[in-house]
């Protein structure tokens, strides 16, 4: 089992930046992807950025491409997203996921098999 808990969410202001974090335990992390997705009201959840844990291979979504940086300290067992140059249609619920295993798919969320409880991001206009 893993137990991830993402926080750093907030209201910012359209340009602004936020920075969000997600602390997994439970399990001590291998051969794995970790991933932000996220939910705006009466949409899906979507892919926004992935990297893989041992590698740091990253990958993102167009929509975020160039503002959004995806991180993680093995050290710490945490996974970050910084948001710059926010937009309003970025205000959604963030979560983080992570993988059981390999996957070769990144942007799937039937391929992640832990997640978080979200955190909300807000920005304005």
């Known amino acids: 089992q893993v137990q991830l808990v993402e926080t750093g969410g907030g209201l910012v202001q359209a340009g602004g930046s936020l920075r969000l974090s997600c602390a997994a335990s439970?399990?001590?992390?291998?051969?794995?992807?970790m991933a932000w997705f996220r939910q705006a009201p009466g949409k899906e959840r979507d892919f926004v950025a992935a990297?893989?844990?041992?590698?740091?291979?990253?990958y993102y979504a167009d929509s975020v491409k160039g503002r959004f940086t995806i991180s993680r300290d093995k050290s710490k067992n945490t996974l970050y997203l910084q948001m710059n140059s926010l937009k309003p249609e970025d205000t959604a619920v963030y979560y983080c996921?992570?993988?059981?295993?390999?996957?070769?798919?990144?942007?799937?969320?039937?391929?992640?098999?832990?997640w978080g409880q979200g955190t909300q991001v807000t920005v304005s206009s």
């Open positions: 996921a992570a993988s059981a295993g390999y996957i070769n798919v990144v942007v799937t969320t039937s391929n992640y098999r832990y």
């Open positions: 439970g399990r001590t992390m291998s051969n794995i992807v």
């Open positions: 990297i893989t844990w041992i590698a740091g291979t990253r």
